[in-house]
């Protein structure tokens, strides 16, 4: 069931090329602007600072309208034919995936236009990897609650900055360490404790609150 789900979720984005070429458009867009503004060259924490800034508002742009694009007629087909659990597990693996892939391509494109050095690579992609899953997670859950309050994205963003803050945080502090080139070794494993503490706390969270936000 879960497994149909995510494909049905597949050819719906794909379905919708405008929304997918959109959100390429402004990936490169916000690059290439940057890469202009510091003529494709700043120090190390203001192109880590800079990265998160992007990916954080991608996340917000894909995974945080996941259920605000659904109609009504959408909603009850979903409703009357998918069990609650399932659906939104399903739902928050896509977004995860989907939002994964396109950190990946933010990562290439961004460091293609504005050129930094990246000490330990393999650090800074374990982090992007943690830190977009959970942005995916968490902002999945948002809309769904946002998308049954009926208040749209404006409450969906109130609600999830403070909750992605944590997450951003860490995720910032990780990939600072993965900048200055740390070795794994001198990583403190509580940070990455904490991320995926967060990855599950969310998503056990969406798996024992939506059925009521489904069934309201």
């Given amino acids: ?3 149909a789900l995510i494909r049905k979720e597949i050819r719906l984005e794909f379905r919708q090329k405008s929304t997918l070429g959109g959100v390429l458009i402004y990936i490169t867009g ?3 602007t ?5 003529a494709g060259k700043v120090d190390k924490p203001t192109w880590n600072a800079l990265f ?3 990916t954080l508002f991608t996340s917000v742009t894909i995974s945080g309208k996941s259920f ?3 109609t009504g007629g959408q909603s ?4 009357l034919h998918y069990p609650p659990s399932k659906f939104i597990i399903a739902k928050m693996l896509y ?3 989907f939002m994964v ?4 391509i933010t990562f290439i494109f961004y460091s293609f236009f504005i050129s930094a050095e990246v000490g330990n690579p393999g650090l800074f992609l374990a982090v992007l990897v943690f830190a977009s899953s959970g942005l995916a997670a968490v902002l999945s859950l948002m809309s769904a609650i946002a998308a049954k309050a009926g208040s749209g994205f404006a409450l969906m963003s109130i609600l999830s900055f403070p909750v992605a803050m944590p997450l951003i945080l860490v995720s910032i502090k990780l990939s600072k360490l993965a900048m200055d080139g740390i070795e794994w070794a001198g990583v403190n494993p509580q940070y990455f404790i904490i991320l995926i503490a967060l990855n599950l706390l969310t998503a056990t969270l969406a798996y024992l609150l939506f059925p009521y936000l489904w069934r309201g």
């Fill in 95 to 97: 977004n995860m995936v």
């Fill in 34 to 38: 940057s890469a202009l503004c510091f």
């Fill in 1 to 3: 069931m879960i497994t």
């Fill in 68 to 70: 605000l694009k659904e």
């Fill in 76 to 79: 009850l087909f979903n409703y």
């Fill in 101 to 104: 892939t396109l950190s990946f």
């Fill in 30 to 32: 916000t690059i290439f």
């Fill in 52 to 54: 998160w800034v992007i």
